[in-house]
């Protein structure tokens, strides 16, 4: 049996597990509703906002540790403020449409809640300060695509390597020169989004595209 050359790994494309990343939506749908609900009932009650936060299920180590143990959940569903629900939602539509459509909906609804739990109980570990966000939710999506890159380094290659390389270098850059940003949520995430399909063990459907006929 011959290896395969670098013109096979062209010719190579994903086969789709999912037609539309049907889920991917849901949750931006249920993440966008959430900061609006608590948007407005913060106006009809004249309650801050912050306070809905704590409220409603931002990550407080004290908290957790007297037993609320959702809040370790809740908090990838929370969001400071509206630039900080743009930012998470469009990297949840770019990454959460891609692993969506790989790995299927089974499969990318498990990443992305491992990834987003495992991230805050990175976070509640290391990092005293409360936080709420789908970051490490979000980076779990990054370590789906570096698994990728892993099983099948040609395919990848070929879809994402730049993109992806660039995109995690500039997060982990712009995490370490902020110090509001949760590094360790990110870093737990992106690590249980890993381990996660590796204990998955996704069948990628990957087959040689067909050359045109001339």
Known sequence: MRE???????R?????????????????????????????????????????????GAKVNALIQS????????????HVDIRHLLFNGYALYVLGS????????????????????LGN?????????DSVGASGAIFGLFGALLFLGVEKPGV???????????????NIIYGLFNPQI????HGGGLVAGFLACGMLRPAFQV???????R
């Open 4 to 10: 395969p050359s670098a013109l096979d790994f062209e």
């Open 12 to 56: 190579s494309v994903i086969i789709p597990r999912a037609r539309r990343p049907v889920l991917t939506f849901i949750l931006l749908g249920l993440t966008a509703g959430i900061f609006a609900l608590l948007t407005l009932l913060s106006q009809i009650q004249d309650i801050p906002y912050y306070s809905l936060l704590y409220i409603f």
């Open 67 to 78: 037993g609320e143990v959702w809040r370790l959940i809740a908090p990838i569903f929370l």
């Open 98 to 117: 891609q692993v969506e459509i790989i790995y299927g909906r089974g499969r990318f609804a498990a990443i992305y809640f491992l990834a987003g739990i």
């Open 121 to 129: 109980l990175a976070s509640f570990a290391f990092n005293s300060r």
């Open 156 to 170: 990848w290659k070929k879809y994402f390597r730049a993109n992806i390389l660039t995109a995690v270098g500039i």
């Open 182 to 185: 949760d590094n360790f949520a």
């Open 207 to 213: 087959e040689q595209a067909q050359q045109a006929q």
